[in-house]
């Protein structure tokens, strides 16, 4: 499996931009979509956005377009999540996840997949 480790969480205020960070160890990283997804608290985790293998394609939850980027670098193992135009709904703990797939309901981790730890995200209005 992957290992994977956040970074960049923070606080903000309304309107700021941050930019999370996921160094991932393992020799599948440049083979495997990688995503984010956070958690609000009381709420689901949810998908916030994807990229395939080769960060030629990319998805994004409808709550984020326009305002999110995810790249990747495969040469460096890491997976970023630029955030601009923060809002306040999007205060939640940001979790890096490897070898996503995606099925009719959605974009999901396998069994296989791995969760990075979780970085904080505060916004502030």
């Known amino acids: 499996q992957v290992r994977l480790v956040e970074s960049g969480g923070g606080l903000v205020q309304a309107g700021g931009s941050l930019r999370l960070s996921c160094a991932a160890s393992g020799r599948t990283f440049s083979s495997s979509a990688m995503g984010w997804f956070r958690q609000a608290p009381g709420k689901d985790r949810e998908f916030v956005a994807a990229?395939?293998?080769?960060?030629?394609?990319?998805y994004y939850a409808d709550s984020v377009k326009g305002r999110f980027t995810i790249t990747r670098d495969n040469a460096k193992n890491t997976v970023y999540l630029q955030m601009n135009t923060l809002k306040p709904e999007d205060t939640a703990l940001y979790y890096c996840a490897s070898n996503l797939e995606y099925l009719s309901r959605g974009w999901y981790v396998p069994d296989f997949g791995s969760w990075g730890q979780g970085t904080q995200v505060t916004v502030s209005s």
């Open positions: 990229i395939n293998w080769s960060g030629g394609a990319t």
